[in-house]
């Protein structure tokens, strides 16, 4: 059996048995998740690994999510085919990847030069031509392409910096893990006017959102 072959099978057993097990129903969500080779996105050639239910290191002292967390937050968003949707930490560029299987334009922030660098080569060579990169600081988001129908923030705070929400269209869904740095409660969070109302979704665990004159 071929690495490759490895490869797909690894990433069938985990949308069967790490998605559909927990819960995840939305179609095109998994069908991205069946879709996006997670590989390309980690220097590491064990499948095992790759796919398992757990996250992993990359540089710059980031993590790629588990599957299952990656899978959760997109469902949580809602997405339409139509929506143009802001990423707060590109990190791997995994999450963006499957992002760009859902919406129609994704714009996404990362700190870390090195990083933003690494995913745009990896997602260009996939072919992933609707993602818009910068390099800079996520909390300020990315004010001349809004409103966003949809914002991911795939870091964690104590609270979601507020030019975050007023980036958010009306009607438009903010997902993310706030209440804390070291351990977080994914959030989903839908704009009506000026009110902004807030589901608890899963305790979860990101690195911390800094943004300039922090570190």
Not at 74 to 93: F, K, M, N, Q
Not at 172 to 198: E, H, M, S
Request: charged residues 20%; aromatic residues 6%.
């Amino acid at each position: 059996m071929s690495l490759q072959t490895e490869f797909s099978a690894a990433r069938h057993k985990m949308v069967e048995q790490q998605l559909l097990h927990r819960g995840i129903r939305d179609r095109r969500v998994l069908e991205a998740m069946e879709l996006v080779p997670r590989e390309a996105f980690l220097q590491e050639e064990n499948p095992q690994l790759v796919y398992g239910d757990h996250a992993c290191g990359i540089d710059c002292e980031q993590t790629i999510s588990q599957p299952y967390m990656v899978a959760l937050m997109s469902e949580s968003l809602e997405l339409a085919a139509g929506d143009r949707v802001l990423e707060i930490g590109t990190g791997s560029g995994y999450q963006t990847a499957i992002l760009a299987q859902l919406a129609h334009e994704v714009y996404t922030v990362e700190r870390h030069a090195p990083l933003t660098s690494r995913a745009r080569a990896v997602l260009e060579q996939l072919g992933a031509g609707n993602v818009h990169y910068r390099t800079g600081d996520g909390t300020q988001g990315w004010p001349e392409a809004a409103p966003f129908d949809r914002i991911l923030v795939t870091a964690g705070a104590e609270e979601c910096p507020p030019a975050l929400l007023e980036q958010l269209t009306e009607g438009g869904i903010l997902v993310g893990p706030f209440d804390g740095t070291a351990r977080q409660t994914l959030k989903k969070i839908r704009r009506a006017g000026n009110t902004f109302a807030t589901a608890n979704l899963t305790p979860c665990r990101f690195v911390p959102l800094i943004g300039s004159g922090e570190s």
